[in-house]
């Protein structure tokens, strides 16, 4: 069965600092993988997703992610990061079928410093 | 253009009672639809989807239930209700196909007192 990991529970960084998040994942065949963000009491919206083709890949509000099969992750960054920025991240990775069953990190959350 | 609703928002329960969220999509036709559930430091998990009227999956067994009884509506139920059924509930659509377009509801606090 899939699964997937984000280490850093909260990162705190400054308004203008560049911003890495850390997500690792174990699937046994190609993922599909996702980023995506949660504002406080709301729902997820996708950043980006990767199916196949060019390991980087860019998303939405300036993000991009990196797809590393040697190491299992799917790291998303961003150059600078903006105080609007503030949320919870989640990395999920997609199981292939039919379903389109999504499992979920357990998120990052990112403050930012003005 | 496609939407997702869920209700209510926020709901307080007693510890016993029965629970009713409901989420419909109005805009598509049979999509695949999702109930996740959030607790702090948990991440998201799957608790049902459905790929169509009737077919339900559960992927945690739990006191809770899942029904379909429509083809954009889908309900997530209980009998009776425990403190760890407490969290952030998601309901969520793709329209299926391979795309994984996830689309989420606003979600629904419960807290069982």
């Known amino acids: 069965a899939q699964s997937v990991t984000q280490p850093d529970i909260h990162i705190t960084v400054s308004e203008g600092a560049s911003l890495e998040l850390r997500c690792n994942y174990s699937?046994?065949?190609?993922?599909?993988l996702f980023w995506y963000v949660q504002s406080p009491g709301q729902g997820l919206q996708l950043l980006l997703k990767y199916f196949s083709g060019d390991t980087l890949v860019q998303g939405i509000k300036g993000f991009e992610a990196e797809f590393k099969r040697s190491q299992s992750s799917f790291n998303l960054r961003k150059p600078s990061v903006h105080w609007s920025d503030a949320a919870e991240y989640f990395c999920?990775?997609?199981?292939?079928?039919?379903?389109?069953?999504?499992?979920f990190g357990k998120g990052t959350k990112l403050t930012v410093n003005p | 253009s496609q939407t997702i609703h869920q209700w209510p928002a926020t709901l307080v329960q007693p510890v016993g009672s029965p629970l009713s969220l409901e989420c419909t999509v109005e805009?598509?036709?049979?999509?695949?639809l999702y109930w996740y559930r959030q607790a702090a430091g948990r991440g998201l998990q799957l608790l049902f989807y459905?790929?169509?009227?009737?077919?339900i999956s559960s992927e945690v067994p739990q006191n809770l239930s899942a029904s379909r009884p429509q083809d954009r509506q889908f309900i997530l139920s209980s009998k009776k209700l425990l403190l760890s059924d407490s969290g952030f509930y998601l309901c969520?659509?793709?329209?299926?196909?391979?795309?994984?377009?996830?689309?989420f509801g606003s979600g629904t606090r419960l807290t069982v007192v």
């Open positions: 969520a659509w793709t329209p299926g196909g391979g795309d994984y377009g996830y689309t």
């Open positions: 999920a990775v997609g199981a292939q079928g039919g379903s389109e069953k999504l499992v």
């Open positions: 805009g598509t036709s049979n999509p695949n």
């Open positions: 699937y046994g065949a190609t993922p599909y």
């Open positions: 459905s790929v169509g009227i009737g077919q």
